[in-house]
């Protein structure tokens, strides 16, 4: 029992030594006169940076902190990212949206990543006056006036799903389409959208699923019929829909894929032909874009990125120019910044400027879709 | 440790069974041996209210809500370390399908109280009646247990788990997904809880509640019939106790205390969604009750604060530093005998590692021309002591080279290595490289990723454990007939 | 009738099953020699698959291979066989020999954290980007077999015939050399084999190896065939390995080859027909389901399974 003993005293050591770490820090934290400086000030960033989405917040968080090391090095300023992992799991995200909440030096929120984080974080921030702007967080409701410091940089699905119903009706002329969705919060929702909106346009509609683990679609693609002209893919994945559109291929089916914004990655997605929907024109076909995305890979050695990490970039932009004009105004409260981010108005790297509705939604809203030749993405509309 | 030090009369000899009936007068002789005692001797109400002390005044210390949040998330891992215990550490049946039960309660709250339910139940019927269901499902899952030995059983469960998981995704009653995400605040006698402050009170009631009556519940007739029956199963049946009817008890108590949890949880969160309930939740809580000590209430309660705090801690990478400094030096003081050996080992490393820093700013300058990723103080001192090649790690936390995934594989091999060694010494020599290797390895490839590094050591504090004390911090050692 | 789906889902499920059933005899080496649910093996081939990622990358790439495809491939599967099989010795030597006379519980949550460490220390290394094989650069989809309406793409038949080669070489391995026959013996009756001078541990660590090589190769043709490997992707594939391994009987060779092709159809099968099955009611996200409950069916009423032998428990 000696050993027991021993054990217990470690026990006992480690858990005084983490509750005082972790109980001291906050305290030391809470200097306001600090802040009114803008000396220190972070932003938190609320995504999935482990689990299966790991790859999604990781682009994200790449392209914010190169946002900010850019910024700061133009600007003079000293922000700095909080790192708040979700794990893609909506509890995680309430207790990091908490500490958000609670960490004083945290004056706006990049995030959240997944629709889900922000369901559960909305009301914690609404209530501090904490402005949270997603970069990529598409379900509708998110915007109905339910978190009022709630923004987002990217459009919401209720204008993706017509828009790609649209497409696929009127401009590909398909009468035959299967949809397929993998079983997350993002894609259900989208999938079942579109499956009504074609289904009312007379489109003969036949649903599949994935589940989101699944390495082998070569069974779903199976019960794809002949006749089939579109199967329209609603992922998160860009390699999933790579996989598809080659199974798709081998089994000799004529049906194209039309990829949902989470298909979007040149270097991932690569069908002989195929269509993507994109919440944003992808700035490797802009020109003036075309020096930050130079920037960005001498940054990166992970040259690999779709639409989720530069509009994180502009989520990030645009929190930094909003703490930047409530430190130039003097008033650096959470409130004031989240004011400044309602009042927004700065260029977009995706051309144009970026402004919000009242209720947080970026203004103008359209997506873009591309069409994907031989691994080529050219803009279709 | 007892081996080197004690005399002979202490290990066990010929005559195991007078060994084993001596232990009462071995354990008078020693200090710890009579603190022991004493605890024994205490009234259990005493020992409960020591034991739910600190819980109970960890409010009082601070007014973040933050950390509010994170008493309330290491209670519910609390309740749910004590239930998997009734079934793993109690009755000796691996369920790898536990966190189902969870979510039971979880989503059967929402059924009760939610907009989306259109009802509002109040917590004192809800709560009760909810573990009355979750027991009744645990029983019926529990069912195939009786045919199933050991390792057959985990399977089931865990596929029972994985049933739970594709239903609760694909059902429309569920909302799939999306979840539900209206959930009622938990309505007790006509009052609304809203603060943090209230759900952490709550949920330390049914803590309390809970390990009172786990406590009784052990030292019952069940409860000794459930030791006896992880014991030895076959012994058991053979003393006419009713095995499967245990065993079944069993699942449905450890089922019960879950949906319990859960139902304190879902009003907490306000939403429920089945990715909430999944495998790495499963690993994570067997990880609290393995390090506790299975079988102990008070281990596996000490294991889920501590592996929740510890979690929490490494999410920030000046706090993981510390905490991983810290963590090492405690270790090396603790384990190694005699005293002087870990002050010669931290002290060779610190000499070493400024012979090879220095060996290399002469050699190969790019070897040291990076800066520590932390912005604490300690990295000032450490930016002149590991090795940290420019560039190892990209800007986005990846390493970019080879050389940082060649260095963390080596770390890995080594460490193995390490454990081949007997000699004493040769092994305290051969700590020092492994130890500035670790050290460079955290600094230049863990640190930039900290949600990812705090798994990787969880996995391997799990297979360290097993192999140097299954039986956990607080467990008891049992002795395996065989 | 539709013949043409028919012998599609026959094709896939016989791809997909014999992937399952080289996972399942290495699920099924192990476990008839220590009674050890390796719960790490999916992750072995996890790590198999990215092994295997390095090699195709190392040899120029899909696009652009530095030397002929057929020797791309080989090597792949080599190396992989060769890095899961030290693996697997490794894990064997760290995680599980020192529990041997541990209580049974101890092995199986060191292999639930063996199996948390791979993932995440893949994670760390390569990221969470999942990656491609890009197999239709290396061997273009028009090659392969044509049969009326029917084209099987050449990769569908490198899988399924190295998988039967290598199980055929494992038969062949413990059927008559006198590795196997240790092997037999040892899983028949540990302690009596060791009286027998047969090094036990020996045995185990070769059994290991084998098992694991299996399931490292397994994941290379899972990243030739399906296209995609991400760091998580061996939990699936570990757990329908041992299904297979349960169905077919666990401990038995023949056993593990006829469950993984059971497994593999049974899901092939229940994604295309579970829709018309059902009357539309339940879609093809519910076929796992049928996977599941064949095993749970299978456990309650045949534990030991299609081959095994039921157990005598000995006091």
New interface residues.
């Given amino acids: 029992m000696r050993n027991g003993l021993i054990a217990a005293g470690l026990a006992g050591l480690v858990a005084a030594a983490v509750v005082s770490a972790a109980v001291a820090k906050p305290a030391a934290q809470a200097a306001p006169a600090q802040i009114a400086a803008c000396t220190n000030v972070s932003i938190g960033f609320l995504g999935p940076l482990?689990g299966?989405?790991?790859?999604?917040?990781?682009?994200q968080l790449s392209w914010l902190r190169f946002g900010v090391q850019k910024y700061n090095k133009a600007n003079g300023t000293t922000f700095k990212v909080a790192l708040g992992d979700t794990q893609l799991k909506a509890p995680v995200a309430r207790t990091q949206a908490r500490r958000f909440v609670s960490d004083s030096n945290v004056l706006a929120v990049v995030g959240g990543s997944e629709s889900q984080a922000v369901v559960v974080s909305g009301n914690l921030f609404e209530k501090a006056d904490l402005a949270s702007i997603s970069g990529s967080a598409t379900q509708t409701n998110l915007t109905n006036g339910q978190f009022r410091t709630f923004f987002r940089v990217v459009p919401n699905d209720s204008i993706q799903g017509p828009q790609v119903v649209t497409y696929v009706a009127k401009n590909l002329k398909a009468k035959n389409v299967v949809v397929i969705?993998s079983?997350d919060d993002y894609s259900l929702p989208l999938a079942s959208a579109i499956t009504r909106g074609l289904r009312a346009r007379g489109v003969t509609v036949s649903?599949?699923?994935?589940?989101a683990?699944?390495?082998?679609f070569?069974?779903?693609v199976?019960?794809v019929d002949s006749n089939v002209n579109v199967v329209v893919f609603a992922t998160q994945?860009?390699?999933?829909a790579?996989?598809l559109s080659?199974q798709l291929?081998?089994?000799?089916k004529k049906a194209i894929v039309f990829g949902t914004d989470g298909a979007y990655s040149p270097s991932?997605f690569k069908p002989r032909i195929g269509y993507v929907s994109v919440f944003a024109p992808d700035p490797h076909f802009d020109p003036n874009a075309r020096a930050l995305i130079r920037e960005y890979n001498r940054y990166s050695k992970?040259k690999?990125f779709g639409a989720f990490g530069p509009a994180t970039y502009m989520a990030g932009l645009v929190a930094m120019t909003a703490i930047k004009n409530a430190c130039a105004d003097g008033q650096v409260t959470r409130a004031e910044v989240t004011r400044q981010t309602r009042r927004t108005n700065i260029r977009s790297i995706f051309g144009g400027r970026l402004r919000f509705s009242a209720k947080g939604d970026p203004l103008p809203t359209k997506f873009v879709i591309y069409k994907i030749s031989n691994g080529k993405y050219s803009p279709v509309g | 440790m007892s081996e080197h030090q004690s005399p002979s009369p202490e290990r066990p000899r010929i005559g195991v069974d007078e060994w084993v009936a001596s232990a009462e007068q071995r354990r008078e002789r020693t200090v710890a041996g009579r603190i022991e005692d004493a605890v024994e001797r205490a009234p259990a109400a005493a020992k409960l209210v020591v034991f739910a002390l600190p819980f109970a005044i960890f409010p009082l210390f601070t007014d973040s809500e933050y950390l509010t949040q994170v008493g309330i998330d290491t209670l519910i891992y609390v309740l749910l370390a004590l239930g998997l215990n009734v079934v793993?550490g109690w009755v000796?049946l691996?369920d790898l399908g536990f966190v189902a039960f969870f979510g039971l309660g979880a989503y059967l709250y929402a059924a009760l109280a939610s907009e989306y339910a259109g009802r509002h139940w109040e917590a004192q019927f809800v709560v009760p009646l909810i573990a009355v269901a979750v027991a009744a499902t645990g029983f019926l899952v529990g069912l195939?247990s009786r045919?199933?030995v050991?390792?057959?059983l985990?399977?089931?469960t865990?596929?029972f788990l994985?049933?739970w998981l594709?239903?609760l995704?694909?059902a429309e009653f569920t909302r799939g997904p999306n979840g539900i995400s209206d959930i009622y605040p938990l309505k007790l006698f006509g009052r609304e809880i809203v603060s943090p402050g209230g759900y952490y009170y709550v949920t330390f009631a049914a803590f309390v509640l809970v390990v009172a009556f786990l406590y009784l519940l052990n030292r019952s007739r069940t409860g000794r019939a459930w030791n006896a029956l992880r014991d030895d199963e076959?012994a058991a049946e053979l003393m006419t106790m009713p095995v499967n009817r245990l065993k079944l008890m069993a699942f449905a108590v450890g089922a019960a205390i879950a949906g319990v949890a859960g139902a304190l949880y879902a009003p907490q969160q306000g939403a429920v969604f089945p990715a909430n309930f999944d495998?790495v939740l499963l690993?994570t809580v067997?990880?609290m009750v393995?390090l506790g000590g299975?079988g102990s209430i008070v281990g596996v309660t000490v294991g889920a604060v501590l592996i929740n705090s510890s979690l929490e801690a490494l999410r920030d990478p000046d706090d993981a530093s510390w905490l991983f400094y810290v963590a090492i030096v405690l270790g090396l003081v603790l384990f190694m005998r005699p005293r002087w050996v870990p002050l010669v080992v931290l002290a060779g490393t610190a000499a070493f590692g400024l012979v090879v820093h220095e060996l290399a700013e002469q050699l190969r300058p790019s070897l040291v021309a990076g800066s520590t990723f932390g912005t604490a103080r300690v990295d000032e001192v450490l930016d002149s002591w590991v090795l940290l090649p420019e560039g190892a790690i990209g800007q986005d936390g990846?390493?970019a080279g080879a050389l940082a995934?060649i260095a963390?594989?080596g770390l890995?091999a080594a460490i193995?290595g390490l454990?081949l060694i007997r000699n004493r010494v040769w092994r305290a020599v051969a700590l020092v490289p492994v130890l500035y290797l670790g050290a460079c390895v955290w600094e230049n490839?863990?640190v930039a990723?900290p949600a990812?590094?705090r798994?990787?050591l969880?996995?391997?504090?799990?297979?360290a454990l097993?192999?140097l004390r299954?039986q956990g911090l607080l467990g008891r050692q049992?002795v395996?007939i065989? | 009738m539709d013949w043409d789906?028919l012998v599609?889902?026959l094709v896939?499920?016989v791809?997909?099953g014999s992937v399952y059933a080289l996972v399942a005899l290495g699920f099924s080496m192990v476990?008839g020699i220590l009674?050890l649910?390796n719960l790490a093996h999916g992750d072995v081939l996890m790590v198999g698959a990215f092994v295997g990622w390095g090699v195709l990358g190392w040899l120029g790439g899909a696009q652009d291979p530095t030397v002929a495809v057929w020797l791309v491939i080989v090597l792949m599967i080599l190396a992989a066989m060769v890095g899961g099989g030290l693996l697997g010795v490794?894990i064997e030597?760290?995680?599980y020999r020192?529990?041997r006379?541990?209580?049974?519980?101890?092995?199986?949550?060191?292999a639930?954290?063996?199996?948390?460490?791979?993932?995440?220390?893949v994670?760390?290394?390569?990221?969470?980007?999942?990656?491609?094989y890009d197999?239709?650069d290396l061997v273009d989809?028009g090659v392969g077999v044509d049969w009326g309406p029917f084209?099987i793409?050449v990769m569908r038949i490198v899988v399924v015939v190295s998988a039967l080669a290598m199980m055929a070489g494992l038969w062949l391995l413990v059927t008559r050399s006198k590795l196997g026959k240790a092997m037999r013996a040892t899983a028949f009756d540990r302690e009596a084999a060791a009286m027998m001078g047969i090094d036990v541990d020996r045995v185990i660590v070769k059994t290991f190896f084998i098992g694991s090589a299996l399931a490292g190769a397994a994941g290379v043709l899972?990243g030739l065939?399906?296209?995609?490997?991400?760091h998580?992707?061996g939990?699936?594939y570990g757990?329908k390995g041992?299904?297979a391994a349960?169905v077919g009987g666990i401990g038995s060779i023949p056993g593990a080859m006829v469950g993984g092709l059971f497994i593999g159809l049974a899901?092939?099968?229940s994604?295309?027909y579970i829709?018309d099955f059902t009357r539309g009611r339940l879609?093809?996200?519910?076929?796992?389901?049928v996977v599941?409950?064949i095993?749970?069916v299978f456990?309650?009423l045949r534990?030991q399974g299609i081959f095994g032998k039921p157990e005598v428990?000995k006091?």
């Fill in positions: 482990t299966p989405a790991g790859f999604l917040g990781q682009e969705d079983q649903r599949e699923s994935v589940s683990d699944d390495t082998d070569s069974s779903v199976a019960n994945v860009a390699s999933a790579n996989t080659n291929r081998e089994q000799g991932q992970n690999e | 793993v000796g691996l195939p045919r199933l050991g390792d057959y985990a399977i089931v865990l596929f994985q049933i594709v239903v995704i694909n076959l495998i690993i067997y990880a393995v299975a990846l390493p995934r963390y594989v890995v193995l454990t490839v863990l990723q990812v590094a798994f990787v969880i996995g391997a504090m799990l297979v097993m192999a299954p049992r395996e065989v | 789906k599609q889902l896939n499920g791809t997909l476990y009674k649910l490794a030597r760290f995680a020192p529990l006379r541990a209580p049974r519980i101890a092995p199986l949550i060191s639930l954290g063996v199996s948390f460490f791979l993932q995440n220390s994670l760390l290394l390569f990221g969470a980007n999942f990656r491609s197999s239709f989809v084209h793409w899972v065939v399906f296209f995609q490997i991400n998580f992707m939990f699936n757990l041992f299904t349960v899901e092939a099968f994604v295309g829709e879609g093809s996200a519910f076929s796992d389901l599941f409950l095993l749970v456990m309650l534990p428990k006091v």
